[in-house]
């Protein structure tokens, strides 16, 4: 099955799921009806009444879509501009305007709910966390990275062969650091204050707030989420670094050989785009920046700029995977001094 089929058989699927919303009056999971209780997210004004049909209307019509470019490779231009068009905004609504803030913090809490886990921590109710209206998140961003490599790949496969300036292995090197710097300048920073309040240091918030979470373990629980801002920001070093393309000889049985790109990119490329979901629907809600204390402060200025670490990361993403392209040939080096 190509990966235009099984982005058919997902939108048909979705869509499918939203006629039956429409039809029936019940099951809509975004907005006042299906998530009541969620600001942060972008859809929270959307009624199941306008939200159903337009989710059903929208994914038949991208079934249709990916159908069609599974079976034509020599496009007329407007053709080929109309659906790639139409392609990419579905796919960039399903990824970053649809999901909100729950993908980005599952994902932060994992290590923290898998280690803690046999230990009774966190005291969580675990089908309070996955419910439906998180599923459906998890699903509609799968659903949506499916939807872009497929129009990725048609769009490649219909293009030209003539590699724009920009993209060669060193444009991608200078404007790659670049985005390596903000990428990892972003979460360090909220790493940094996270990691003060566990240390006992009321940085950005008040004294009393801070012995608050002592008291109720929330200090623990942000430690958990700095703690692992910290380690994507040292990892997202290596998508510039030398220990970034090929194994430091440290590491028994892969010392000195070639990183394989999709170890990097693709954990790097899902960050990026739950970084930028999460942030859009974050800074877009009401009282974001006062949500701490109930003024501005530090606790939450470091999230203002969240939009711009999954802008980053992204980008950082591309230029490591255009550079590592163009090195097919990347030997075993098991002679290493950097390291």
Do not use: C
């Amino acid at each position: 099955m190509s990966i235009y089929t099984k982005a058919a058989a997902f939108a048909a699927g979705y869509g499918t799921l939203a006629l039956a919303w429409t039809i029936l009056g019940r099951g809509f999971p975004y907005g006042p009806g299906g998530d009541p209780d969620n600001d942060a997210t972008v859809l929270r004004g959307l009624t199941a009444e306008v939200g159903a049909p337009l989710f059903a209307g929208v994914m038949l019509v991208t079934a249709v879509v990916m159908l069609i470019m599974n079976g034509t490779l020599r496009p007329s231009r407007p053709a080929r501009t109309a659906l790639l068009t139409y392609a990419w905004v579905v796919a960039f609504a399903l990824v970053i305007v649809v999901p909100d803030s729950q993908v980005l913090t599952l994902a932060g809490y994992t290590p923290i709910l898998i280690i803690g886990a046999p230990f009774g921590y966190p005291p969580v109710d675990y089908s309070e966390i996955f419910d439906w209206t998180l599923i459906n998140q998890l699903v509609v961003f799968g659903g949506g990275v499916l939807l872009a490599l497929a129009a990725l790949r048609w769009q490649n496969d219909t293009a030209g062969g003539s590699r724009r300036s920009w993209a060669t292995p060193e444009a991608a090197a200078r404007w790659g650091r670049w985005a390596v710097g903000v990428a990892v300048a972003v979460p360090a920073g909220y790493a940094a204050i996270r990691l003060a309040w566990f240390a006992g240091i009321p940085l950005g918030i008040p004294s009393e707030f801070l012995h608050d979470m002592q008291d109720s373990g929330m200090v623990v629980a942000g430690a958990g989420l700095g703690g692992f801002a910290l380690v994507g920001a040292i990892l997202t070093l290596g998508l510039v670094q030398r220990w970034g393309e090929v194994f430091p000889r440290w590491m028994i049985g892969l010392a000195g050989r070639p990183v394989p790109i999709k170890l990097a990119t693709v954990p790097a490329g899902l960050v990026a785009l739950a970084v930028t979901a999460a942030s859009l629907a974050l800074v877009t809600s009401d009282g974001f920046f006062t949500a701490f204390v109930g003024e501005p402060s530090l606790a939450t200025l470091p999230m203002a700029f969240f939009p711009l670490w999954g802008v980053a990361l992204g980008t950082a993403t591309v230029a490591y995977h255009l550079r590592r392209r163009a090195q097919p040939g990347l030997v075993q080096a098991p002679k290493v001094d950097a390291y």
